[in-house]
């Protein structure tokens, strides 16, 4: 049913390639979008635990920044605490880290990672960047549409091990 469906939803939080946010919203207007949506955050200090996610992001003293005015890393740790902020079971990520350059993109794969494992929420991330695959817990490889079978999984991740990708 459409209520499922939101519940649903709400137990879900995204990281799209490009950022998302809001550009006519700071940082923590931006993070506290998300927690706006549940119902159990209206008689808490929303902005308060926008504060507190952006000081676990790295971004405490960024929090009245406008995304213009921050970096391309910057920008996608604010999308990872608005993402993270309402503690969602699932996290979906979309090419979270192909804007950024290899040691932003460690970084900010790195800072889910903790994150998630903080408050006990599944990460689910499609990449092309086989420089951060070695912080998965599992890797599914998907060619042309198709479930790579153990044997190509193994040949793949051997290669990755073996080159400088």
């Known amino acids: 049913s459409?209520?499922?469906?939101?519940?649903?939803r709400l137990n879900v939080g995204f990281i799209f390639q490009a950022h998302n946010l809001m550009m006519f919203l700071n940082a923590r207007k931006n993070v506290r979008l998300?927690?706006?949506?549940?119902?159990?955050?209206?008689?808490e200090n929303m902005d308060q635990i926008a504060d507190d996610m952006l000081n676990k992001v790295g971004?405490?003293?960024?929090?009245?920044?406008?995304?213009a005015k921050l970096s391309g890393g910057q920008r996608q740790r604010v999308a990872i605490a608005r993402a993270l902020v309402s503690k969602p079971k699932i996290l979906l990520g979309d090419e979270p880290t192909a804007a950024l350059d290899k040691e932003s993109g460690r970084a900010?794969?790195?800072?889910?990672?903790?994150?998630?494992k903080e408050q006990q929420t599944t990460i689910i991330m499609v990449t092309h960047d086989?420089?951060?695959?070695?912080?998965?817990?599992?890797?599914?490889?998907?060619?042309?549409g198709r479930l790579a079978n153990e044997q190509q999984e193994e040949a793949f991740l051997k290669k990755m091990k073996s080159s400088d990708h």
């Open 2 to 8: 459409k209520k499922q469906l939101a519940l649903l």
């Open 34 to 43: 998300s927690l706006e949506l549940h119902e159990e955050y209206y008689s």
């Open 59 to 67: 971004l405490g003293d960024r929090a009245d920044y406008f995304p």
């Open 108 to 116: 900010v794969v790195k800072l889910m990672q903790e994150l998630a």
């Open 130 to 144: 086989n420089k951060i695959l070695d912080v998965a817990d599992r890797i599914i490889i998907v060619e042309e």
